[in-house]
């Protein structure tokens, strides 16, 4: 080979080593003003990701200003994050569909999916509920928030593939969606409720308690960097009005493994 085509042979393969090993940056989204649970989700989601931006070589950054949700803010990461809710304003959500349509990547978890039509989170926001979520709008949940056994649907994807077959989940509120997801080409289901699970939930109400049914728990859709996780609501002393912390999230060795490993996905893609 010419020495000038290996010295420019040698250039390139560096600038490929060193774009690999270059700290991909990411930006968690939050509003942290609903519910104590959701809200305690995203302190402990604050400081655990620093923690393991550390360990594993990327950039966290975190905001409450949805002001940011714009091109060229956007820009600067290749991850998002919705820890609990997410845009209204029309140009935020517009800015958001542009980032994912041009290969951005996005992890959101539990409430993050949430829609409800009346409430106020409607599900006014097609694209994001029906076609990058696929999940459609919010139809119950299970109370009290309680363990589940997950089961992973499809092991040979990068997110899963430090877990087991089956593993306990931390105390989670399950939220059931109004779109069958296991109908969808573009959805790839990681991980539902195991039927060992059941009965979900303690009540007191009836419907607050899931005896049968097919429940996932996170996917990914195929045509956009995502991954969605319905975890994400801590267990709250509401009962006894002490509004004590009763469970965390991320204390849960495999659901560390999972997030992790679907962080690191969505950043070295």
Do not use: C
């Not at 089961?151 to 989670?172: I, K, M, Q, Y």
Request: glycine share 6%.
């Amino acid at each position: 080979m010419h020495r000038r085509a290996i010295i420019l042979s040698v250039f390139l393969v560096g600038i490929t080593i060193a774009r690999a090993q270059a700290p991909f940056k990411v930006i968690a989204f939050y509003t942290a003003r609903e519910d104590k649970a959701h809200i305690s989700f995203v302190h402990e989601a604050n400081r655990w990701f620093p923690e393991m931006a550390k360990k594993y070589g990327f950039v966290y950054d975190s905001t409450n200003d949805w002001s940011n949700m714009n091109d060229g803010f956007l820009a600067r990461y290749q991850v998002v994050v919705f820890l609990d809710t997410r845009p209204d304003d029309p140009q935020q959500r517009a800015a958001f569909e542009r980032y994912m349509k041009q290969g951005g990547g996005w992890m959101g978890f539990h409430f993050a999916a949430f829609a409800l039509t009346p409430s106020d989170f409607p599900q006014n926001w097609d694209w994001y509920h029906n076609e990058f979520l696929g999940s459609g709008s919010y139809v119950s949940n299970t109370w009290h928030p309680t363990s589940a056994v997950l089961r992973v649907e499809d092991p040979g994807h990068p997110a899963v593939r430090h877990l087991p077959l089956t593993f306990s989940s931390a105390p989670n509120e399950w939220y059931r969606w109004s779109n069958d997801l296991r109908i969808n080409p573009d959805i790839r289901i990681l991980l539902s409720i195991d039927s060992s699970s059941f009965p979900l939930g303690t009540g007191p109400k009836p419907h607050e308690i899931w005896h049968s049914g097919y429940y996932p728990v996170a996917w990914t859709n195929k045509k956009y960097r995502m991954i969605y996780f319905n975890m994400g609501h801590n267990d709250i002393d509401y009962d006894n009005k002490t509004d004590k912390e009763l469970s965390f999230t991320l204390k849960n060795e495999m659901e560390e493994k999972l997030i992790i490993d679907a962080l690191l996905w969505l950043g070295r893609p």
